[in-house]
């Protein structure tokens, strides 16, 4: 086919659809629901596809039968015991199946087990770096309240000594990290009013944390959208529709 | 390879840990404790209630992540909502991204119906397995939630870039919204879509707080514990650092490898080669890698 | 707290209205091309002088992670980076770690930067010469733990095509000359939509100079790293892209020919050059993108501000 | 040789894997019969061992230098090297399981639509629509993933050029990259006007929350503005900033304030909920793994 017919065909599909999505924002109407249909069966058609191309068959199968290469040399050995995989992962399918339901656990149990186990060995690994960067000195080291800015000759000195400023910042850090765990404490009844505050500002300071989270989004999702704007606009209207 | 020097307070740590949690799940089997309110939680049945009086279905979401403890734990608290739901019969759409939690919750769901005594309201629309791919599920979703005009919707698990979406749509025809997310780029758009959410950790307390399983109760004493170890050995290793910091600095300039305790603790020298144990090799295989 | 107050006689702007504000916006802004005035970050600063200042006889490993979807900020900084590697002759061995659309995405991407960096230098970029794709790696964890252990080892495995078509080890490519471990590549480089720049840090940080370029959402995140010299530079989002388009095109701390100087960084102070000279493109998606992006981001404090006058105004009215 | 293998394509092979099919099905119909009373048992039996392996990965003191080829030199040592390369087999574990019971997700789907054709329940035409779409990109993925990996590599070479595309090749161009693809860009990209109307409508000076909430938002996303910034600066030069780096007035530079927000109260803050959601999960994984809550929670 001509690369320009095929293009043309390609972005305005694509165009067509894009607009059937952001229907949905004024109302959910028919064409959205079309499009909406079109993406699922796609979506669960390629799930059908992947599924071997990308997991079962390298990551299975091919462990399972081995290799011989085209050019020589040496191929891999079969590992027949992969073959096991099969009937535990059909067990799954029992589900459907009133009565030998709970066969279905036998699967999903393994999965689970898998991910229990690597949790506990995990957990050390995941949260270590992360004590050690809530402990930092708060006494300051040098008495100045604020870090000199930085020159090649006192950097590595800089990186080393704590400044008065530095210390505060890592006191707020503290309170922060204590106040908020204080907040997820459940079993306890605070009674006094002290830490009835301490657990409310744990609260209030999370939602600096969130409010911070949701300013720094916003630049990725608006990136989104203009690109998709300079997709309809720019590359299938302008160049490729009126040829510029 | 850590197994030597300070490596061994590290398994140390999680063990404590560990035995926290098993100590208070014996400990608790028979005794009250108590549970501090959570917010989103008491506003379930209120959420069923209405869906109920409106004739609509209430809609609960697992999330997107794989099958692991978190959308086990999302469909712990389905459960319970179902029970509520089955009792008020009011129909369900519990919708899923991720086959293995699929097949979990059809389980699941179906063992309330029947425990409830009513196993012919559960039907083939009840738990459905939406799509696999993010954004394809994202607008399935939106478009049950339309269409169906769902009056109360639970949003609990792993969530993704799609958790606005489904939350600015459950807004768009007033539903009663409560969401939960362990993934904290999420928690904000929750914050500022949901009528309730569930911060962290309130997220796993959710079940023992609904249900009060003693093992679940005693399990979330456990955790408070190991949270309390954890915000002591921060205080502990300030407390040191601060202190050792200034020696530290001077030591660093005859002996540029010094460190304090903290670091030693953290960051565990690798074991020395010199004790590397003789090992005989194979035969054939020492020679082809 | 997010239910909407329905009060009689307010002037609560309806949803519709601004998401057709929003499209409005963006679809008009897409066509205007200015310069908007830019200060560099510290962290793309770096970023720019680690790559011009690399050891151009060492080839450096690519991790491209992101696909279609985030091609918005992702596309504008790989764009930026190959342009700067292939006008530096650096080479390139491209691999892909999160999505399996990963590597095509990439392999257009430098092909097309390839062709155009030859109309103005006439000097080919080829594949297996000059890059090579060195594979799709879905258990990302294990493989660069072993890329750590013996580079050499955890490659030979995997195929490229050469130059005649045929399938090579990929460690047969003039691109791994003289490359044995990862310690023996120039850099470490990693675009990515998603949390994978974690997983290499956490696995080749302190063996090889890395650098990031991630997407907004990324970002916070990723910056621990730069802070704490894991990584050597960042690009953070379309700011990132932009950031790298203006110091391609004007040098960084460099004066242009009336002594003036265009971008400046108060961190890295020393002149970088950009690429002035020639017909090179230097400003492309990151320049085009910022005018709309400044636009939304506007429209979305103004409809704050509007939101909250609104409530002090019904709080009035109430209280008095 | 290589215990648990066979050469590829060796009949050996075959008849090992018919074995290990033949076995393990004959587990599964063992299985249908056993007593309801052992069945808990039995799943909670294989959780534990699947589980086990890891555990013992992180209680079992790791063999130290291991170099390829290696004999291990006592027993400790040896059930250190079978746990490593034990654990690099079991990786996959999950993704394969995972990816049998995907096909189920998809049946499931396929069956939910089926019947709403079938009995021309609401809407049917679109579950039509959707049956139509499944099918289509099964057979065009398939029959293009066989054509690509029976090409050879010049015919790959020439494919490049478009022309040259055989019809499966650019067919699944067209419906993967041209429309499955574009929209998920699309619905990606629709998050852009729930922001906008999520904050306007949050963002008010209501509670305390949503104070702090629209105040931190602001400050990050007047950051952002490349522009804002810019001025901003200058005018933080203008006050002295530029002249004397030293000087206090710097630190009210956005990115300074993003910075302090970022460092001292966002992170820290962020860290406390992981701490917190560190330890529920390790609870959980612990009940999981032990079954001390029945399988799927409900009793």
């Given at each position: 086919m001509n690369p320009e017919t095929y293009s043309l065909i390609k972005l305005t599909l694509g165009v067509i659809a894009t607009f059937g999505l952001y229907s949905v924002l004024y109302r959910e109407n028919k064409f959205y629901r079309f499009w909406e249909h079109v993406f699922l069966g796609l979506a669960g058609g390629w799930a059908l596809v992947a599924l071997w191309k990308e997991t079962l068959k390298p990551s299975w199968y091919d462990k399972m039968a081995g290799s011989i290469p085209e050019t020589g040399g040496e191929g891999t050995p079969g590992?027949?015991?992969?073959?096991?995989?099969l009937p535990i992962g059909m067990m799954g399918y029992m589900v459907f199946n009133k009565k030998h339901?709970?066969?279905?656990?036998?699967p999903i149990g393994i999965i689970l087990g898998i991910w229990s186990g690597q949790q506990l060995l995990n957990f050390w690994r995941t949260y270590s770096p992360q004590f050690r960067s809530s402990m930092p000195t708060i006494v300051p080291t040098r008495w100045e309240f604020m870090q000199p800015a930085a020159t090649p000759e006192n950097f590595t000195d800089l990186a080393r000594h704590t400044y008065i400023s530095e210390a505060i910042g890592n006191l707020v850090a503290v309170i922060t990290v204590l106040a908020v765990l204080s907040y997820f404490i459940?079993?306890?009844?605070?009674?006094s009013k002290f830490m009835q505050g301490v657990t409310k500002s744990g609260r209030y300071l999370l939602m600096i944390g969130f409010g911070a989270i949701f300013g720094s989004t916003v630049m990725m999702r608006f990136t989104l959208l203009i690109d998709r704007m300079y997709f309809i606009w720019v590359e299938w209207m302008s160049q490729r529709l009126l040829g510029n | 390879m850590q197994y030597f020097d300070t490596g061994k307070y590290q398994v140390l740590f999680v063990l404590v840990m560990v035995a926290f949690i098993l100590i208070n799940i014996f400990r608790a089997q028979n005794k009250d404790i108590f549970i501090r309110r959570i917010a989103g939680l008491n506003a379930i049945e209120d959420a069923v209630g209405r869906a109920t009086e409106m004739g609509k279905p209430v809609l609960m979401v697992p999330g997107l992540?794989?099958?692991?403890a978190i959308s086990v734990q999302a469909l712990n608290i389905f459960a319970h909502i179902t029970r509520t739901a089955a009792r008020f019969a009011s129909p369900i759409r519990l919708c899923c991204g991720e086959a293995a939690v699929f097949a979990v919750a059809q389980e699941v769901i179906r063992d309330v119906y029947q425990s409830e005594g009513v196993?012919?309201?559960?039907?083939?629309?009840?738990v459905r397995f939406v799509s696999d791919r993010q954004f394809a599920f994202a607008a399935g979703v939106s478009g049950i939630m339309l269409r169906e005009q769902t009056a109360a919707t639970f949003f609990m698990g792993e969530f993704f870039a799609e958790s606005l979406i489904f939350a600015e749509t459950a807004n768009s025809i007033g539903a009663i919204q409560v969401a939960s997310s362990t993934e904290n780029t999420q928690t904000p758009f929750f914050i500022a879509a949901c009528d309730y959410v569930l911060i962290g950790e309130e997220f796993y307390a959710a079940s023992a707080y609904l249900t009060r399983k003693p093992v679940l109760v005693g399990s979330l004493v456990g955790q408070d514990w190991g949270k309390m170890l954890i915000a002591s050995l921060v205080v502990l290793g300030i407390a040191m650092e601060s202190s050792q910091r200034k020696g530290w600095i001077e030591q660093m300039e005859n002996d540029p490898a010094a460190k304090t305790s903290m670091m030693r603790l953290f960051s565990p020298e690798p074991p020395d080669p010199a004790t590397k144990p003789v090992r005989q090799k194979h035969p054939e295989e020492g020679e082809a890698q | 707290m997010a239910t909407p107050q329905k009060v009689p006689g307010s002037l609560n702007i309806p949803r519709e209205a601004l998401f057709a504000a929003l499209f409005v916006v963006c679809s008009i802004l897409v066509f205007v091309s200015i310069e908007l005035p830019n200060r560099v970050s510290n962290n793309s600063a770096d970023l720019y002088k680690v790559l011009k200042e690399i050891d151009k006889t060492k080839p450096v490993i690519l991790q491209s992670d992101w696909t279609k979807s985030t091609r918005g900020e992702s596309g504008a900084q790989f764009d930026a980076l190959v342009r700067i590697l292939i006008r530096e002759r650096v080479k390139i061995a491209l691999m892909s770690g999160a999505d399996p659309q990963a590597p095509e995405v990439a392999r257009e991407a430098i092909r097309r930067i390839a062709v155009e960096t030859e109309k103005v230098t006439g000097q080919p970029y080829k594949q297996w010469e000059d890059w090579v794709f060195i594979g799709f790696f879905p258990g990302i964890e294990a493989s660069l733990q072993s890329f750590s252990s013996n580079l050499r080892n955890a490659l030979s495995a995997n195929k490229d095509s050469d130059t005649a078509g045929v399938k090579r080890s990929v460690m047969e490519s003039p691109v791994f000359a003289g490359v044995n471990r990862i310690e023996d590549m120039g850099a470490y480089i990693i675009v990515t939509a998603s949390k994978t720049s974690r997983i290499a840090i956490e696995r080749l940080s302190g063996k090889v100079t890395m650098l990031g370029l991630v997407t907004g959402v990324m970002g916070p995140e990723t910056y621990n790293y730069y802070q704490s010299g894991q990584l050597s530079g960042l690009a953070i989002g379309l700011k990132g892209a932009y950031d790298m388009e203006s110091m391609m095109a004007y040098g960084l701390n460099t004066p242009d020919g009336q002594g003036v100087i265009k971008v400046s960084n108060a961190k890295v102070t020393d002149p970088i050059e950009g690429y002035t000279g020639e017909e090179f493109i230097n400003l492309a998606n990151g320049q085009k993108y910022i005018v709309p992006l400044h636009g939304a981001i506007i429209l979305l404090i103004t409809a704050i501000l509007l939101g909250n006058i609104e409530t002090i105004r019904q709080r009035r009215r109430r209280n008095g | 040789m290589i215990p648990w293998s066979f050469e590829s394509g060796s009949t050996q092979l075959k008849i090992a894997i018919f074995v290990t099919l033949a076995l393990g099905f004959g587990l599964f119909f063992a299985l249908m019969k056993t007593p309801p009373r052992l069945r808990p048992k039995i799943a909670a039996t294989f959780t534990f061992l699947a589980g086990l392996l890891y555990v013992g990965i992180w209680l079992w003191p790791t063999a130290h230098g291991r170099e390829a080829g290696d004999i291990p030199a006592n027993f400790t040592e040896g059930v250190a090297f079978w746990l490593e390369d034990t654990q690099s087999q079991f990786q996959n574990l999950s993704n394969i399981l995972t990816s049998f019971l995907l096909l189920m997700g998809v049946f499931s789907l396929v069956r939910l639509h089926a019947t709403r054709v079938s009995k021309k329940q609401r809407d049917w035409p679109f579950s039509l629509v959707l049956l139509i779409c499944v099918a289509i990109m099964t057979f065009i993925g398939y029959w293009d993933w066989l054509t690509v990996m029976n090409m050879k590599p010049e015919e790959l070479e020439a494919?490049?050029?478009?022309?040259?595309?055989p019809f499966a090749v650019w067919m699944k161009d067209l419906l993967f990259d041209g429309l499955l693809q574009t929209m998920e860009a699309a619905m990606f990209s629709i998050i852009a006007f729930y922001i906008l109307s999520a904050a306007y409508r949050a963002f008010r000076v209501r509670s305390v929350e949503a104070t702090i909430l629209l105040a931190s938002a602001i400050i990050v996303m007047l950051g952002l503005l490349g522009m804002a910034e810019n001025y901003w600066s200058i005018m933080i030069d203008n006050m002295g900033g530029l002249e004397d780096p030293n000087a206090l007035v710097n630190n009210l530079r956005l990115e300074a304030i993003t910075q302090f927000i970022r460092d001292n109260l966002q992170t820290p803050g962020l860290r406390a909920i992981d701490f917190g959601v560190g330890v529920g999960a390790l609870a959980m994984a612990l009940r999981l793994w032990l079954s001390l809550e029945r399988g799927g929670s409900t009793s």
């Open positions: 590992y027949f015991v992969w073959a096991i995989l339901a709970w066969m279905s656990r036998i459940f079993s306890i009844e605070l009674k | 992540g794989a099958l692991n196993p012919e309201r559960m039907d083939g629309d009840s | - | 494919m490049r050029d478009v022309t040259n595309q």
